[in-house]
């Protein structure tokens, strides 16, 4: 006989792992308990030796599927003598306060529930297990525990308790558990006021849904706006009344089966599709795929999602055709999750609305995935993966904020080694997204009991995360880090990859403020998450009229044209355009009027996809990059164009004059928008072959982290990625956090923990 003390960290609270420990060591006859305790689990174990060794080697290698182990620790105890094995409860016995875990897809078990017709729950639509259901949307507050849920005000029938409280039950200690007796219910509110409840509810939606209407369905993050993706009226009626006109809408489909017939699935696609999380996932649209054009008018993939709500599965048992789920906001709003709202901004947008009255209490995008080089390729990291904390690979001096950017905003929280991103909060130069941003941060604090003594933000004044946190380091006195874009962004790749050594961060995107004053985005950082210097850039060139250039690529045309020594009237461009036009573009470059510098690569994408003749003008940023990368896939690579490199006495700069004169003559040779789109992919691929290399041979690390918003292009990723490894190179990629601006608060947060430990190191020698 025997005891042992095992520690248990990782994600292994609220994921069934308490009742799994408890079947297992009940049918190995060992004794003692079970219990929550902070970071994890703690497990007393006593018995024979041989069923102890056998216990101890289970418990790591068939744990429950949601469950992530990052550590075991076991000690040797004196014997008890306990009778039997027991779970703890953790509100009883103190567990960790401040775990919440991300929401969970509707599981096998409970998916077969749902369409039993013998079962209790069959189409219920908030069926829901240990291994399940919603997390943190429906937290008020922590501990974790069913009354401070937004399922607080349900009680619990005797049925739902007796499982509730049973261990060895599949719905032991599951906080939102219900059944049609005692859980929420749907209801339906159609324009013209009529309403419904339960199944005549989801008979509503079905019908309007068939009829080619426009549904606001509330899922587990927010409401959706579906409609029938295979409806051009539908869909074009749904861009109208959203006021959205380009941007790609995501597809729900009942199966993967269903997502084959829309887009080429591979095996990594595919567990990406169906596991726990149910991103988005962005397939390679398939010719013919039976979609109306306008689901993704501009780019060559589609993205796909499949259900993850009980209340998805019921509409896809009725209506087997693939639906549009989009976010429902109008344009750039977050999106609705308070039912008050839903009506109020969404009710005149929609035929009917699917509702239900269980409260969401965050707002939860979803999240976004594309697989690149068979990885996958993070692009918004939020519902299913928020709020699952991330390990830097050095430790924090004191508890830290880094509010993130502007577009696409995420905020993390941090202490030791641990980093809390939020959800996707969405743009915040509209208002009531920064609303959602301040509640989200305050919420997210008390959830996490965290109290940040230290805030770091963008470089940029005008971000309005940055005000946010100049506005409140004043007001509650707290420290103030301001930390430059692209750094935060290679920081960010490097820390999910635990490297803490330098490298080369290869950080192109759309704009960040320069540590210079000027805009950056076609950056060769060398350093590590600590401090870097600008080893290397592209040459800057003038954004006439500053932000409104990124929604009119055709001035960025002018510009580099301009660059190039390039008269616009020797190219098709202008005719395209007035010369009162041109003119005024023309001086305000001339006079250095609001034409800011800016070496981003995003803004070449732009000029680029100008001067092909695809995008003068754009409704949201990366449109332009999106239709040339979807035009390159379309043929294979065929050369590529010439840049000019110029040691600059302060770093390498990156002359795209050459390649703009070639784009140019191709264009007037007419060759194919197809074959310049590829030959200026591979050009870039090249400029970042080339400066690396060069990097290299002057003394720079072997090692590479692209980083940045226009790595979310597959083409440059993984070339660029395979040409590196094949010249001796490692390359880091995202596959956490998403290069585009949605990872820069987990970089800010890198950055200073890098400069704290650094600072920790210099004290102990
Ligand atoms: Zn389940
Ligand atoms: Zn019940
Ligand atoms: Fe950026």
């Not at 525990?145 to 399922?151: A, K, L, Q, Y």
């Not at 960025?556 to 190219?571: I, Y």
């Not at 050369?639 to 490199?645: T, W």
């Not at 007037?668 to 400029?687: E, G, K, L, W």
């Amino acid at each position: 006989m025997a005891r042992r003390a095992i520690a248990i960290d990782g994600i292994v609270q609220g994921v069934g792992f308490r009742p799994f420990v408890h079947a297992m060591a009940t049918r190995l006859g060992l004794t003692g308990f079970v219990r929550n305790r902070a970071g994890g689990v703690l497990i007393e174990v006593e018995g024979d030796s041989a069923a102890l060794d056998e216990f101890t080697a289970l418990l790591s290698t068939c744990p429950p599927p949601l469950a992530r182990i990052d550590g075991v620790a076991a000690s040797v105890l004196p014997v008890t003598g306990d009778a039997q094995f027991r779970i703890d409860a953790s509100d009883a016995a103190g567990g960790d306060p401040v775990s919440v875990a991300a929401d969970v897809a509707t599981c096998d078990e409970c998916v077969l529930e749902l369409s039993d017709a013998r079962d209790r729950r069959y189409r219920h639509p908030f069926v829901n297990c240990t291994n399940c259901g919603p997390r943190l949307t429906i937290v008020v507050a922590t501990p974790y525990d069913r009354e401070r849920t937004s399922m607080a005000s349900f009680r619990m029938c005797d049925a739902c308790r007796a499982e509730y409280e049973d261990a060895a039950d599949r719905r032991f200690h599951a906080q939102p558990v219900a059944c049609p007796e005692c859980g929420p219910t749907l209801r339906s509110l159609a324009a013209d006021g009529t309403t419904g409840a339960g199944d005549r509810a989801l008979a509503r939606a079905v019908a309007t849904l068939r009829d080619g209407g426009i549904v606001a369905v509330k899922g587990v993050g927010g409401y959706h706006l579906a409609c029938d993706a295979r409806s051009a009226t539908a869909v074009a009626e749904l861009r109208r009344r959203k006021a959205r006109d380009a941007k790609p809408f995501a597809v729900m489909v009942a199966d993967v089966g269903e997502a084959e017939t829309l887009g080429v699935v591979s095996a990594a696609e595919r567990a990406l599709l169906c596991s726990p999380a149910r991103p988005i996932v962005l397939l390679a649209r398939r010719h013919g795929a039976p979609l109306a054009a306008a689901v993704a008018p501009d780019s060559a993939l589609v993205g796909v999602m499949l259900p993850y709500a009980p209340v998805h599965h019921l509409l896809f048992a009725a209506l087997r055709r693939p639906l549009v789920m989009t976010s429902g906001n109008r344009s750039d709003e977050p999106i609705v999750c308070d039912d008050g709202d839903a009506i109020e901004r969404l009710g005149g947008l929609v035929d009917l609305t699917l509702t239900h009255d269980r409260a969401i209490r965050v707002r939860c995008d979803d999240s976004v995935v594309r697989v690149i080089a068979g990885a996958p390729a993070p692009i918004r990291r939020s519902r299913g993966l928020a709020p699952e904390s991330l390990r830097l690979p050095w430790t924090l001096a004191q508890p830290t904020l880094a509010v993130g950017g502007h577009a696409k905003a995420t905020f993390t929280l941090g202490e030791g080694s641990r980093a809390i991103p939020s959800a996707h909060l969405g743009d915040l130069h509209d208002y009531t997204a920064y609303t959602a941003y301040v509640d989200g941060v305050a919420h997210f604090e008390r959830l996490f009991r965290l109290r940040p003594a230290r805030l770091v933000h963008d470089l940029h004044p005008d971000y309005a995360s940055t005000g946010y946190a100049r506005e409140r380091t004043r007001a509650e006195g707290l420290e103030l880090v301001a930390v430059q874009h692209h750094h935060a962004h290679m920081a960010a790749c490097l820390a999910e990859h635990g490297v803490t050594s330098a490298a080369i961060g290869v950080c192109f995107d759309g704009a960040g403020l320069g540590a210079d004053g000027t805009i950056w985005g076609g950056e060769f950082l060398v350093g590590d998450a600590a401090r870097v210097r600008r080893a290397a850039h592209l040459r800057s060139v003038a954004m006439p009229g500053g932000e409104r250039a990124m929604r009119e690529p055709w001035r960025m045309a002018l510009s580099h044209l301009r660059e190039a020594g390039v008269d616009v009237g020797d190219t098709p461009l202008a005719r395209r355009l007035t010369p009162q036009a041109i003119r005024t573009i023309e001086r305000m470059i001339a006079g250095g009027l609001n034409a800011p510098a800016t070496s981003s690569v995003g803004r070449l994408f732009d000029a680029i996809a100008s001067l092909v003749g695809i995008a003068d003008r754009v409704s949201f940023e990366g449109q332009a990059a999106m239709r040339l990368e979807a035009l390159a896939s379309e043929v294979p690579a065929d050369g590529a164009y010439a840049f000019a490199l110029d040691a600059a006495p302060a770093a390498l700069t990156v002359d795209a004059a050459p390649v703009v004169r070639e784009v140019v003559a191709d264009v007037c040779r007419q060759v194919a928008p197809a074959v310049i789109a590829r030959r200026f992919h591979s050009t870039v691929v090249d400029v970042i072959v080339t400066v690396c290399r060069r990097l290299r041979a002057d003394g720079a690390p072997a090692l590479v982290a692209l980083s940045g918003g226009v790595f979310v292009n597959a083409i440059l990723a993984a070339e660029a990625s395979a040409q590196l490894e094949a010249d001796g190179f490692r390359v880091c990629r995202h596959r956490v956090v998403p290069p585009n601006d949605g990872g820069l608060s987990f970089g800010q947060l890198a950055v200073v923990a890098a400069r704290d430990a650094e600072q920790a190191a210099r004290r102990c020698a």
